[in-house]
């Protein structure tokens, strides 16, 4: 029994120290900045999930920044637990719909956050971002919203967190999957559900990348002359196959990634 526990505490340290990791990883690629989140589904405890208290990700330090919430109803564990951020339903419900999803990330991004706006779809442009698909979902929260909602295009309750969840869909051959692993807020920026930390980061980056490069094509179709070619998307074979295949080198980004954030005087990982 005490090695058993001895293994439980170690996968939750990792965890621990991987969700830090993760926090600095994404401000440095500009992913989050002051504000924005990401957390993971407690590996021992499959219905509470992990996030930092309320504060900017790059700052995040020790697992004492770290609080455990039920996915319930988004409440800490701990009552006495530090304030934690207001849009945590966001990942309460998220994690409720879709069984399978393991950890979640919330960002702003500036490049994303046209096509949340624009009626123009945000498409898998390059073999990075296959995930994307044709056509990532766009959640507009007034369609959520009661009259006596505070309009700040803030998921600051349970239902609105759920019509958000259930705006990735469903996987139709894999149960507790959703069915997109991004979905776009209109306003406001995206979220991504993945089955781990390392994937939701790396996929997080390369959703905002994929979102520059189809807005450098873009600009560049507007002032093609007359009889171009169309922006070459990729296609569904493509989609299915580099979703595949960049899964499978996942480990090699977040190798780099957290050299990188290792390695700089701003971070500071204690877990």
Same mark, same amino acid.
């Given at each position: 029994?005490?090695?058993?526990n001895?293994?439980d +505490?170690?996968?939750?340290?990792?965890?621990?120290? +991987?969700?830090?990791?993760?926090c600095?990883?994404l401000?440095?690629?500009?992913?989050? %900045?002051?504000?924005g989140h990401?957390?993971?589904?407690?590996p021992l405890?499959?219905? @509470?999930?992990? /996030?930092s208290r309320?504060?900017?990700?790059?700052?995040v330090?020790?697992p004492?920044?770290? &609080?455990e !919430?039920?996915? #319930?109803?988004?409440?800490?564990? +701990?009552?006495?637990a530090?304030?934690?951020?207001?849009?945590?339903?966001?990942?309460?419900?998220? !994690?409720? $719909?879709?069984?399978? *999803?393991?950890? @979640? &990330?919330?960002?702003?991004?500036?490049? @994303? &956050?046209? !096509?949340?706006?624009?009626? *123009?779809?945000?498409?898998?442009?390059?073999?990075?971002?296959?995930?994307?698909?044709?056509? *990532?979902?766009?959640? %507009?929260?007034?369609?959520a919203? #009661?009259? %006596? %909602?505070?309009?700040d295009?803030?998921?600051?309750? $349970?239902?609105?967190?759920?019509?958000?969840?259930?705006?990735?869909?469903?996987?139709?051959?894999?149960?507790?999957?959703?069915?997109?692993?991004?979905?776009l807020?209109r306003?406001?920026?995206?979220?991504?559900l993945?089955?781990?930390?390392?994937?939701? &980061? /790396? #996929?997080a980056i390369?959703?905002?990348?994929?979102?520059?490069?189809?807005?450098?094509?873009l600009l560049?179709r507007a002032?093609?002359?007359?009889?171009s070619?169309?922006?070459c !998307?990729?296609?569904? $074979?493509?989609?299915? +196959?580099?979703?595949?295949?960049i899964?499978e080198?996942?480990?090699?980004?977040?190798?780099?990634?957290?050299?990188? @954030?290792?390695?700089?005087?701003?971070?500071?990982?204690?877990?």
């Amino acid at each position: 029994m005490a090695a058993s526990n001895q293994s439980d +505490d170690t996968k939750l340290h990792q965890m621990q120290h +991987d969700l830090i990791s993760a926090c600095h990883i994404l401000h440095h690629h500009h992913i989050l %900045d002051a504000f924005g989140h990401i957390s993971f589904r407690h590996p021992l405890k499959d219905d @509470v999930f992990v /996030m930092s208290r309320n504060m900017a990700p790059g700052t995040v330090t020790s697992p004492t920044d770290l &609080v455990e !919430y039920s996915i #319930k109803n988004a409440e800490p564990l +701990d009552p006495a637990a530090p304030r934690g951020f207001l849009e945590r339903y966001i990942h309460s419900e998220c !994690y409720k $719909k879709h069984s399978a *999803v393991r950890s @979640v &990330v919330h960002s702003h991004s500036e490049a @994303v &956050v046209p !096509y949340t706006i624009s009626g *123009v779809p945000l498409r898998a442009c390059f073999h990075m971002a296959g995930f994307l698909g044709n056509k *990532v979902p766009v959640w %507009d929260i007034i369609n959520a919203q #009661k009259p %006596d %909602d505070i309009s700040d295009l803030l998921v600051r309750n $349970k239902r609105l967190g759920a019509s958000l969840a259930a705006a990735f869909g469903s996987h139709g051959g894999k149960e507790g999957h959703p069915g997109s692993n991004v979905a776009l807020m209109r306003g406001h920026g995206f979220t991504i559900l993945s089955t781990s930390i390392q994937d939701c &980061v /790396m #996929k997080a980056i390369y959703t905002e990348k994929n979102a520059t490069i189809q807005t450098t094509a873009l600009l560049q179709r507007a002032t093609s002359p007359s009889g171009s070619p169309p922006i070459c !998307y990729l296609s569904e $074979k493509e989609i299915h +196959d580099t979703t595949w295949s960049i899964a499978e080198a996942s480990h090699r980004p977040w190798a780099l990634w957290l050299r990188e @954030v290792e390695r700089s005087e701003i971070y500071e990982n204690l877990a």
